[in-house]
């Protein structure tokens, strides 16, 4: 009889949604905060985007991710399993980049690099990635911008969420 008293129970919500005057109030339940890597691109430009960490089966180098002008890009979606990540981008229009001191692997495609030695012989490029401590947090956000850090070269900030 659950299955009947069911019934009824909807029955008599769509009844009263018909009634005039009567007032509709929905609950939302409000969702978790996602948790990610998420890249921002601050410029006006289109940027490409490259990512490197370490997995189960050792270094690991992804990209292009594609990001447009003041907008955001998820490159990693759920809860980060890894302490350490490390990022190279490039602007796609004005030719500058944001990147840093770690050697890892690209390629002029899309790619999945698996490993970050002997790049060049084995028909990668090698890029110079940026090192992003996340403190063993869920969440992590990279801004990339066009005003200049120390130095001249393009600013890049990130921070994270529990």
Known sequence: MIFAGRLRLRHLMAALLLLPGIP??????????LADFRVCNATQNLIGVS???????GWVTEGWWHVEGSTCKTLIEGPL??????????D????????????MCVAEKEFKIAGVSDC???GFQRAGFQEYDTGEQASWMVQLTDQPA???APAVTGTGTQ
Not at 51 to 57: E, N
């Open 150 to 152: 120390t130095g001249g």
């Open 120 to 122: 060049v012989a084995r």
């Open 92 to 103: 796609a229009e004005r030719g500058g980049r944001w990147d840093g001191p770690i050697n």
């Open 51 to 57: 990512i490197g960490y370490r997995a189960k089966a």
């Open 81 to 90: 399993s890894s302490r350490y990540y490390y990022l190279y981008a490039e």
């Open 24 to 33: 509709i109030v929905a609950a939302v339940a409000s969702s978790p905060a």
